[in-house]
C-alpha cells in the first residue's frame, strides 16, 4: 500500500505561481510512474502532467509552458511548480502513483493510488 500526501495547494491572483508537492509513504520498491489531475466543480477530471520514472514529463496542451513537473525518486516526492496561473486552473488537484510505466493516456486516470487532493484557487 502507498499513500500519497499533497500539499501546497493555496489562493492565488492570476498570474501567480503556486507550487504542489507530493509525498510517496510505504514500502516502494521498483518503477513508477506519478501524475497530477485536477477537476473542477461540475467538470471531469483533466490529466494535467505524468512523469516516468526517469524523468520523461508530458503535460496537457492546456498547461504547457506554465507548469513544471519534477520528480525526487530516493524521497519518493514529485513537485508541480504553476506559474501564469489562470482563473480556469481552478480545481482540486491530485497526486497518483502507478507502478510501471505511466499511462499512454494522461486522461485514463489508470493509476493505483491517489492523494486526497489539494484545493488550488486562482482569481481574476
Known amino acids: 500500500q502507498v499513500q500519497l500526501v499533497e500539499s501546497g495547494g493555496g489562493s492565488v491572483q492570476a498570474g501567480g505561481s503556486l507550487r504542489l508537492s507530493c509525498a510517496a509513504f510505504?514500502?516502494?520498491?521498483?518503477?513508477?510512474?506519478m501524475g497530477w489531475s485536477r477537476q473542477a466543480p461540475g467538470k471531469e477530471r483533466e490529466g494535467v502532467t505524468t512523469?516516468?520514472?526517469?524523468?520523461?514529463?508530458k503535460y496537457a496542451d492546456s498547461v504547457k509552458g506554465r507548469f513544471t513537473t519534477s520528480r525526487d525518486n530516493a524521497k519518493n516526492t514529485l513537485t508541480l511548480q504553476m506559474n501564469s496561473l489562470k482563473p480556469e486552473d481552478t480545481a482540486m488537484y491530485y497526486c497518483?502513483?502507478?507502478?510501471?510505466?505511466?499511462?499512454?493516456?494522461?486522461?485514463?486516470?489508470?493509476?493505483?493510488?491517489w492523494g486526497q487532493g489539494t484545493q488550488v484557487t486562482v482569481s481574476s
Open positions: 497518483a502513483f502507478k507502478w510501471g510505466a505511466c499511462p499512454l493516456n494522461s486522461n485514463s486516470f489508470e493509476y493505483n493510488y
Open positions: 510505504g514500502y516502494i520498491d521498483g518503477t513508477y510512474c
Open positions: 512523469i516516468s520514472h526517469i524523468g520523461i514529463a
